[in-house]
Each structure stands twice: as structure tokens, then as C-alpha cells.
């Protein structure tokens, strides 16, 4: 039997191997994948006239977008860390659920989870797999390492010392684990310090070797400027957050640690959205557009402002030292009041950091798939690989927003929105 041939097209296109728009392209997907991209004249010759044809009009069709760092199993309604962990696994599997739709009808076609308790990692994984429930393509890392009392150690993956951690990444593999996740420095989690690492050099090392020993990617919670330079010192292969967090809580620069990152070749993940309160911030700008804002909100509005202007800050002059193509964006949706669905919100600050809208673009396919290992299947729209692919509404050139007016989601070549 052969296979169904579908052609989609529309007025413009974004490729992803480059940041340029071209006009009037068709992509003709067989089997989930493309196998051929063209102007619309040279294919409509080469097809059959029974070939099904999904014309998407002026939208700019892009690469199915990628969110390098996400917590599906929690909800993103502002609650705690512990009123969040209060749900049983079964609840969080179901708010998996929930958070993967929320995705994938917002383009993202492929995430990184970031780290669950006990198995609902793997279970949302499997379910997706089985087809159960819908949602982008899902690497998981199952729980995240950590040290005693560590960040989010109420995931259940303990660890301390070189042997236990070993140990850790062998039985993450065994369940099925594609990549590691290690927490590197304190977080969100009471009783940790985010301005301190929480592992040795020797530690984090023990995790890469075991890791890329079953071929398998590290990625470590970096918060602590102490941490960031261990991770890079351990040959961590992605550095999440990246916020040069001191003990005192400050957010202070070092030149020579992002040197270090920048000769190291380390991929970063800078989770921008996750600083501040950016939802709130995104709110109350429509309110102030629409005259309809308090002077209480307007207060708030400054405040929120000023704090998410420390950590852009720090970002700018990390992108000095040529970081531009090592940057992965990342929601961590699920954490505080960070909803599944909002890619586009870090796309936002990454334009206010200096990237033009397609280079924010770029970051979030191709190079996102090349962070996660997975440049040789997604993250362009090119002949060989997986037809995800997103169409929205506005030029994404010129227009951020664009990343907003999703009106379209193809996965593996398949309808999906
Ligand atoms: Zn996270």
C-alpha cells in the first residue's frame, strides 16, 4: 500500500535552517515526514490531482515549536511547591494531561519534562505513546537528581555523593529516562539556597559520565553563579536558568564565567518567563493598552517591571559573549503561576534582549532541536524530517506577536489543530 501524500501551502514560510521568509511554498509530507518543500507551481505539476491539498492562506507556516524545560505533573495556578506536591500521582498525571494539550494547541510540538515525583514522568510519556491523551512529542528525564533535602526532592531521587548518583542515572535509564536532569544548585524548594551549588564538581561529573555512557544528555538547574561554573567544570552538556545568583540573592555578572560558558560550548537554557511574574506583567500591560489599569496595578506593573529588568540585564551582557546560537528557550510551565501554553512569552523577552523575532525564532526549532539531540529530526522544515509544523497569523519577522496568533498545528504531518 502506498502512502497518503498530503500537501500543505500557503502565502509565506519560514524554513528554519534560515531566518528569511519565502512566498508561495508547499510542503508535500508523506508518511509524517517531508519530503519535499517548493515553490506552489513546480509542485502542483509534480503531484496527482487527487492529492490532498490544505491550503492555510496568508498564515506563515514555521517548525513546530520546541520548549526546552517544562513541569507537566504541575498546574501553574500559583500555588506552592508544597501545595502543588499535596495532589496524588494519579492528579498529577491527569494535570499532565491537561498541560500537554495546553501546549500543543499553542505549536509547541515537542518538550523536554523536567523532572516528576515517582513515575508520572514516564506514565504521561506512555500514554502519549499508546495515543490515550494528545500533546507535543515528550522527552522525559523522569525525576530529577538531587542532593539530601535538595530541590524538588520530593520527586523521590535522592542522591549525594559520586556512587549514589551513579547509581541514580542507572536506574533513571533502566525506567526509561531519555535524558538526565540534575539539580545543581537550591531553587524554589523551601529549605534550599538558590545562590549556593549543591553538588561537587565530582559530583556533577559522576552524572555526565554515567549519562553519556548510555548515551544519554545531562541538563542541570543551575540557579548559583557557584553552581554555573561547576556545571561547565563537569562537562554538563545543558545549563538551566543561568541566573549568576549570589548567596545574598543578588544577581551579579561574572565576565570570566561566561567566558567559561561561552569556550565550553555549553548550551543555556535562561527561562526567562520564570524570574518574575511575567504573566502578571503581561497582563496588566493589555490592561494599561486598554486604559482599564488602577494606580495599584500601575505600582505593581513598575514593581514587576523593575525585578525582571535585573535578570534581562544580566541576560544582555551574557549574550556579548557570542551565547546568541547557544540559547534554548524554556517555560518551566508549571512552576508558580507559569501556565502551560506560553512559549511565545519567552519569545517576548528574548526580542527584549536582543534577538530579532526570528532569531528568537530560530532558538526555539532548530537550535533547540540540536540542544536536545534531536537536530536530525525536527526543528526545520526541510526534506527527511518530521512534519511538525506550525502556521500562524502575521509575519513573524517583524512582529513577535505573530508567536501568539497560532491558527494551525501539523504533528508528524497530521492535523492536530
Ligand atoms: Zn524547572
Known sequence: MQNKVIVVKSSSLIDGITTSIQSNQAIVISDGRIVRVGHQEAISKEIPSNTEIIDLGDLCIIPG?????????????????????????????????MNLELHLSAGITT????????????????GLEHGYIAGPRTLVSGRPITCTGGHFHM?????????????????????????IKIMASGGGTEGTIPGRASYSVEELHAAVHEAHHFHRLTAAHCRASESMVRAVEAGIDLMEHAEFLEPDGELRFDPKIAEMMAESGIWISPTLQAWTDY???????????NDDISSEEIKDLEYQEQQIERRLDVMRRMLD?????????????????????HLDYDLQLLVEVGFTPAEALISATRISAEAIGMGDEIGTIEPGKI???????????????????????????????
Open 65 to 97: 515549536l520546541i520548549d526546552g524545560h517544562t513541569h507537566l505533573s504541575l498546574s501553574g495556578n500559583g500555588s506552592n511547591y508544597v501545595e502543588m506536591f499535596s495532589d496524588s500521582d494519579e492528579m498529577m498525571v491527569l494535570i499532565g494531561a
Open 387 to 417: 512534519a511538525d509544523l506550525v502556521a500562524v497569523e502575521g509575519d513573524p519577522t517583524s512582529n513577535v506577536n505573530a508567536f501568539s496568533r497560532v491558527q494551525a498545528v501539523f504533528q508528524a504531518g497530521k492535523r492536530v489543530r
Open 111 to 126: 518538550i523536554r519534562e523536567h523532572g516528576a515525583r515517582n513515575k508520572v514522568g514516564f506514565y504521561l510519556k506512555e
Open 279 to 289: 504573566p502578571r506583567i503581561v497582563e496588566l500591560r493589555k490592561k494599561r493598552d
Open 155 to 179: 520527586c523521590n531521587e535522592t542522591a549525594d555523593g559520586v556512587d549514589e548518583i551513579r547509581k541514580s542515572v542507572r536506574r533513571l535509564v533502566h525506567e526509561g529516562a531519555d535524558y
Open 321 to 341: 559573549y557570542c551565547l546568541k546560537d547557544r540559547i534554548v528557550p524554556g517555560t518551566d510551565s508549571g512552576v508558580n503561576n507559569l501556565a502551560f501554553g
